[in-house]
């Protein structure tokens, strides 16, 4: 099936500092690509879609000014956490569609903020 | 909104089959889907299965879809300890084009 790669697979910041979480269609074109959160022992929340070339869509209650997300091109997105606090400590997880059909997963990035 | 429900749990006896089931809301589904997360990993897709088909068989697994009424189950065949893990239910919702998770339900597979 198509590979996903999200990088970095973890990641250890201080609280206040900006954190940038890179998520890469690696064998075909992505149009669509999701970014979830997953709080321990609960299930995935969609943060936000986007799509190449245009703005991304936040879902309610998601601030969009501290969790920029960037789709620049067909096969790259970029998700940056800015002036992380121990609360984002999270598990974040991105997707990538081609359309209408399934939507591939990255391993993951596990936050921790200190 | 549209929602995706699962049971929590389910522990199995190694070499029993595994039933875990998936209830949603979404009339425009197109593609429901089965994920498996192992602890710390992302999500490996299982199987999927399109909204106009009732029932898909990928070896051990077996995936049923009553479209009226809105349920999805996976069927694990001859269940090891390597299947022990959470299992979310996904749908696709052809409206929006995102994915609607499940809860996700936790599997133990016990000797």
């Known amino acids: 099936g198509a590979v996903v790669s999200q990088h970095p697979s973890w990641v250890i910041c201080k609280s206040g500092t900006s954190v940038k979480i890179e998520c890469r269609s690696l064998?075909?074109?992505?149009?669509?690509m999701f970014w979830y959160r997953q709080f321990p022992k609960q299930s995935l929340m969609l943060m936000a879609t986007?799509?190449?070339?245009?703005?991304?869509?936040?879902e309610q209650g998601v601030e969009k000014d501290k969790f920029l997300i960037n789709h620049a091109s067909l096969t790259l997105s970029t998700l940056t956490v800015t002036s992380a606090h121990p609360e984002d400590s999270s598990f974040y997880i991105c997707?990538?569609?081609?359309?209408?059909?399934?939507?591939?997963f990255g391993q993951g990035t596990r936050l921790t903020v200190v | 909104g549209e929602d995706v429900e699962q049971s929590l749990f389910l522990s199995v006896r190694e070499g029993d089959s595994s039933v875990i089931n998936c209830t949603y809301t979404?009339?425009?589904?197109?593609?429901l889907y089965w994920y498996k997360q192992e602890p710390g990993a992302g999500l490996q897709l299982l199987t999927y299965?399109?909204?106009?088909?009732d029932m898909k068989q990928d070896q051990r697994l077996t995936v049923l879809l009553n479209k009226k009424d809105k349920h999805l189950s996976l069927r694990i065949a001859d269940t090891q300890t390597g299947d022990s893990a959470i299992y979310f239910c996904?749908?696709?919702?052809?409206?929006?084009?995102?994915?609607?998770f499940g809860a996700g339900t936790r599997l133990a597979v016990h000797p």
């Open positions: 986007s799509n190449e070339g245009s703005k991304a869509t936040y």
């Open positions: 996904a749908d696709l919702s052809g409206g929006y084009n995102k994915l609607i």
């Open positions: 979404d009339s425009s589904s197109t593609y």
């Open positions: 299965i399109f909204s106009n088909m």
């Open positions: 997707s990538a569609s081609q359309g209408n059909t399934e939507a591939f």
């Open positions: 064998d075909f074109q992505a149009t669509t």
